[in-house]
């Protein structure tokens, strides 16, 4: 995953119909790892890249989950946010 994705991209991943994904194809939340060594930019592309590139949807054991965002913060703030208070 490139280091900024554009607004088109951002969009098409918050848009994303969850009943067009095949659970298969995406990560359960809990075979995600957050590796602190890395710097949080870092962490974030990482974490990214193990969630295929849709930190927006994701599996919760046999639960196939899409979040979003509300309020004026950008997914890279939320996200930095989360990993910088994960560690």
Do not use: W
Not at 31 to 56: C, H, S, W, Y
């Amino acid at each position: 995953m490139s280091q900024t994705i554009t607004a088109e991209e951002y969009q098409r991943l918050k848009a994303i119909d969850i009943r067009a994904v095949d659970p298969n194809t995406v990560p359960d939340i809990h075979t995600v790892k957050i590796d602190t060594t890395l710097p949080p930019a870092e962490r974030i592309r990482d974490v990214a890249r193990q969630m295929n590139g849709n930190p927006f949807v994701y599996r919760c054991g046999g639960l196939l989950v899409k979040t979003s965002f509300s309020g004026s913060r950008t997914l890279q703030e939320v996200l930095e946010d989360c990993l910088e208070h994960s560690i």
